[in-house]
């Protein structure tokens, strides 16, 4: 039965994502509509020679929109990259293919994704007026008792219900549909709008480079974290378990009653500092990880987690250690986040091979509205997923859930 609730919040919720997914594409589909009608009426006047001065302000105007597009299907899947700034001289314009492509996603977006946006508004407002049918059937004129899409005309309190049921499968199309229709609005983009082949090569540089920046950045702030736990922990212990010593050893002679507590402390101080030597060493290389596995070492996290959390893990053999230990802070960082911020009553870790990729993913049912810019840590997780040349994939929209999904390279 809660597993049952727990579904149907789910799909509610991302159904209200992709409700809010179609409205954020209505607004740059209209945009993409009237680059599109610009671009027409600029070519119709090239020939006769007049629309040639316009042609490199149509360009950039086109650049402008598809990388609000990019930008924006960035938030919800895989990232998009921009190109280059948008040329100006006739002869790159016409041999610029992401030029063509842009025009293409235009084209498209203008058209399919303007009716899928507005369709997706449609939608909740036909479950509120056939829903509520019954209701008010009778206060309007009899040529205006009609469902949604105007016929037949209702004449009686039976007919009335039947409309009201109607309501009920648009409510069935607004929570099955509405995601569905929302990836459809997308693809065009998703297709289109990615960087062209051509202009990989330089846009991976720039990215290895920003990568490498960040793991860098990563590394220097893991080896402050280190010194910090040492210094603040386990040296304040040591320091301790030091002056105990020398007060016992100056006790032993007047008050060995005193020097046998003193010697007590200082032992009890000396396995508190182990205790936070070997939380140290955990954190770097957890021993489960080097003994066991990686799907073990998910598993004690998850014992550990004050929310209750499903493990579903099918990852045969072993990647490399650098890979797992990465997988293994994203699943400590998450969970984290989980038990701290979230407000979630339950959350599901889970662990897939897929050829050469790891992929995992950390899903809980909290309030939702976490982000990079939150202090949560999701920053630190991206920087280190992206130093393997990994991916990070965040959805959470305000009231939940949140899905965190990460992509690295295992090896084949």
Known sequence: MAATRWEIRARTRAALDAFERLVRGLGTALLALIVTVTAAVTALACLVGVGLILVPFVVRLLRVVADQERERLSR????????????????????????????????????????????????????????????????????????????????????????????????????????ALARLQEAPGRRLLAPDPGADLVLRVAELTATRAAALDAHAAELRRIERALHDGTQNRIVAVSVLLGAARRAVARDPAGAEDLLERAQGAAEE????????????????????????????????????????????????????????????????????????????????????????????????????????????????????????????????????????????
Not at 311 to 323: E, L, Q, Y
């Open 76 to 179: 919800t899947g895989p990232e998009l990259l921009g190109h280059q700034p948008a040329p100006v001289r006739l002869r790159a314009i016409t041999a610029d293919r992401a030029v063509r492509r842009e025009l293409r996603w235009a084209a498209l977006h203008g058209t399919l994704g303007l009716l899928a946006g507005l369709l997706a508004l449609a939608l909740p407002l036909n479950v509120l007026r056939d829903g509520s049918f019954a209701l008010w059937w009778r206060l309007v004129p009899p040529e205006g008792a009609t469902p949604s899409f105007g016929y037949p005309v209702v004449h009686d309190q039976a007919g009335a219900s039947l409309v009201s049921l109607l309501g009920v499968v648009w409510l069935a199309l607004v929570v099955f549909g509405l995601p």
């Open 273 to 412: 500092a182990l205790a936070d030597l070997r939380a140290v060493v955990r954190t770097i290389l957890p021993p489960v990880l080097t003994d066991r596995s990686l799907t073990d070492a998910v598993r004690s996290l998850a014992a550990t987690c004050p929310v209750p959390v499903e493990v579903d893990a099918d990852v045969p053999g072993r990647c490399a250690a650098s890979v797992e230990a990465t997988a293994y802070f994203v699943v400590a960082e998450a969970l984290t986040n989980v038990a701290k911020h979230s407000g979630a009553e339950r959350a599901t870790v889970r662990l897939r091979r897929d050829r050469d990729r790891l992929l995992l993913s950390v899903t809980d049912d909290g309030h939702g509205g976490a982000g990079e810019g939150t202090g949560s840590g999701l920053l630190g997780i991206r920087r280190r997923a992206e130093a393997h040349d990994g991916s990070v994939d965040l959805s959470s929209p305000p009231g939940g859930p949140t899905r965190l999904e990460v992509s690295l390279p295992c090896g084949s």
